[in-house]
């Protein structure tokens, strides 16, 4: 009956996928997320030891192993927060608040009981009960920050949205461990290294999501808030004056002028990772001030990474591209990520396009420019008919360039349960 409530109201959303009616976008979302993804992430929730299962295959039907990454808990625990926090707002009908609190709390006695070790340093990847396992490849339990910054935002979300003081020790060490060893270098980024002699966008890009949220939670227990702001800002801006190309393109990898156009990694675009971003920094600037500064700068940029990105034969938008569009192109220097990027470019993935459904209606309703209406209904069309599996509720997360599953590794071994819902929820959030 649930499902077919909400396959009822996809269908109807469908025909006349109109943003303006907020209430009834809002009512859209709101029933994805009660009938058909909750009900199938909690069939994964590790009611013993805490935490989420999703070690899962690209279908959603058979679950491989047990394995526990830390990245995929700290986003499990910060969507918990926010259904539980939306929920109390009115926005859900069918779920449960006993059963969010019970796995939140589960959750986050398994990342502070077993992923946080040492100097306040969290483990990449578990077992199910919470022993440390080696990555392979470095030797080390502490190979991506990537898994901290995640913990982070899932933890403050916690404490945030359940009032939790006697947590805040533990939120604000692992915070300054981060800063601490970002500062200084010290740190992995698995399973794709950053090469020598460059500057990446996935590093402050993430600080800036990842520092707001711990903002926020401060901000909730009424404690201070302006060196967190500046940091964050600093990040933002490095990324808006340093990463940016002036083209309308933020470079993923950036090393020395004299290579921007010769080599494969100075030369490529991650169209997702750019429109995932985009938003990061409009909610920043739009709390903490300077959004109308950065404006037409974020438009701009947003519109030519969409146009670049779009897959015109088959629609969707394609993993990786050359600055100048199509198949990424010049000097591969034989680096992890260069192969990904040759095997993976015209792949479809599910998170960019979750990252538009949300980022296109944020962006319309700021600035009245009707082209990202007409962005967002491509998106949605696209999105809606390519990923979601209907017999469990949730999306084929991986596809081929022409929308044809594939089972192939994207990054984690996992099926994750973090970005099409943490869109959604921001959807459904916007039409409150």
């Given at each position: 009956m649930q499902q077919g409530k909400a396959k009822a109201a996809f269908t109807a959303a469908f025909k006349v996928t109109d943003m303006m009616n907020k209430k009834r976008m809002g009512r859209f979302y709101a029933d994805q997320i009660q009938y058909n993804f909750l009900p199938y992430w909690s069939k994964f929730v590790d009611a013993e030891y805490g935490g989420i299962l999703n070690c899962i295959n690209n279908k959603g039907d058979s679950m491989l192993a047990e394995d526990k990454f830390t990245w995929s808990q700290g986003r499990w625990l910060w969507i918990l927060g926010k259904i539980y926090e939306l929920?109390?707002?009115?926005?859900?009908?069918?779920?449960?608040?006993?059963?969010?609190?019970?796995?939140?709390?589960?959750?986050?006695?398994?990342?502070?009981?077993?992923?946080?070790?040492?100097?306040?340093?969290?483990?990449?990847?578990?077992?199910?009960?919470?022993?440390?396992?080696?990555?392979?490849?470095?030797?080390?339990?502490?190979?991506?920050?990537?898994?901290?910054?995640?913990?982070?935002?899932?933890?403050?979300?916690?404490?945030?949205?359940?009032?939790?003081?006697?947590?805040?020790?533990?939120?604000?060490?692992?915070?300054?461990?981060?800063?601490?060893?970002?500062?200084?270098?010290?740190?992995?980024t698995e399973p794709y290294p950053i090469p020598d002699g460059y500057e990446i966008h996935g590093i402050p890009m993430i600080l800036v999501n990842t520092v707001q949220e711990y903002i926020l939670m401060r901000q909730s227990l009424n404690l201070p808030v302006e060196e967190e702001t500046a940091y964050a800002r600093g990040k933002l801006e490095f990324i808006l004056n340093e990463l940016y190309d002036g083209k309308g393109h933020i470079r993923e990898h950036k090393s020395t002028p004299e290579r921007y156009q010769d080599y494969m990694l100075d030369r490529h675009l991650n169209p997702g990772h750019t429109l995932e971003d985009a938003w990061f920094w409009v909610e920043f600037l739009e709390t903490f001030g300077g959004l109308e500064e950065y404006l037409p700068e974020i438009s701009e940029i947003v519109k030519e990474t969409f146009a670049v990105g779009w897959d015109e034969e088959y629609g969707g938008l394609l993993r990786f591209v050359d600055n100048e569009g199509g198949r990424p192109r010049g000097i591969n220097t034989g680096s992890a990520y260069e192969k990904l990027m040759e095997e993976t470019w015209d792949m479809k993935l599910w998170w960019p396009h979750?990252?538009?459904?949300?980022?296109?209606?944020?962006?319309?309703?700021?600035?009245?420019?009707?082209?990202?209406?007409?962005?967002?209904?491509?998106?949605?069309?696209?999105?809606?008919?390519?990923?979601?599996?209907?017999?469990?509720?949730?999306?084929?997360?991986?596809?081929?360039?022409?929308?044809?599953?594939?089972?192939?590794?994207?990054?984690?071994?996992?099926?994750?349960?973090?970005?099409?819902?943490?869109?959604?929820?921001?959807?459904?959030?916007?039409?409150?």
């Amino acid at each position: 009956m649930q499902q077919g409530k909400a396959k009822a109201a996809f269908t109807a959303a469908f025909k006349v996928t109109d943003m303006m009616n907020k209430k009834r976008m809002g009512r859209f979302y709101a029933d994805q997320i009660q009938y058909n993804f909750l009900p199938y992430w909690s069939k994964f929730v590790d009611a013993e030891y805490g935490g989420i299962l999703n070690c899962i295959n690209n279908k959603g039907d058979s679950m491989l192993a047990e394995d526990k990454f830390t990245w995929s808990q700290g986003r499990w625990l910060w969507i918990l927060g926010k259904i539980y926090e939306l929920n109390r707002k009115g926005a859900f009908s069918a779920v449960s608040e006993e059963s969010l609190e019970m796995w939140m709390k589960g959750t986050w006695d398994f990342i502070k009981n077993h992923s946080i070790y040492g100097d306040s340093i969290c483990c990449y990847v578990l077992t199910r009960d919470g022993q440390k396992k080696k990555d392979e490849r470095t030797g080390r339990y502490d190979a991506s920050i990537y898994a901290d910054c995640f913990a982070l935002i899932g933890m403050s979300q916690y404490v945030k949205v359940m009032g939790y003081r006697e947590g805040l020790e533990t939120v604000e060490q692992l915070y300054h461990s981060i800063v601490r060893r970002i500062e200084a270098r010290d740190f992995l980024t698995e399973p794709y290294p950053i090469p020598d002699g460059y500057e990446i966008h996935g590093i402050p890009m993430i600080l800036v999501n990842t520092v707001q949220e711990y903002i926020l939670m401060r901000q909730s227990l009424n404690l201070p808030v302006e060196e967190e702001t500046a940091y964050a800002r600093g990040k933002l801006e490095f990324i808006l004056n340093e990463l940016y190309d002036g083209k309308g393109h933020i470079r993923e990898h950036k090393s020395t002028p004299e290579r921007y156009q010769d080599y494969m990694l100075d030369r490529h675009l991650n169209p997702g990772h750019t429109l995932e971003d985009a938003w990061f920094w409009v909610e920043f600037l739009e709390t903490f001030g300077g959004l109308e500064e950065y404006l037409p700068e974020i438009s701009e940029i947003v519109k030519e990474t969409f146009a670049v990105g779009w897959d015109e034969e088959y629609g969707g938008l394609l993993r990786f591209v050359d600055n100048e569009g199509g198949r990424p192109r010049g000097i591969n220097t034989g680096s992890a990520y260069e192969k990904l990027m040759e095997e993976t470019w015209d792949m479809k993935l599910w998170w960019p396009h979750s990252e538009m459904l949300y980022l296109f209606p944020k962006m319309y309703e700021l600035t009245g420019d009707e082209s990202f209406l007409q962005a967002y209904e491509k998106s949605f069309t696209y999105a809606f008919t390519t990923f979601p599996n209907q017999e469990l509720g949730e999306w084929i997360q991986i596809r081929r360039r022409d929308g044809s599953p594939e089972e192939k590794l994207v990054a984690l071994p996992v099926k994750d349960p973090f970005h099409i819902m943490r869109n959604l929820l921001k959807n459904v959030e916007l039409c409150l």
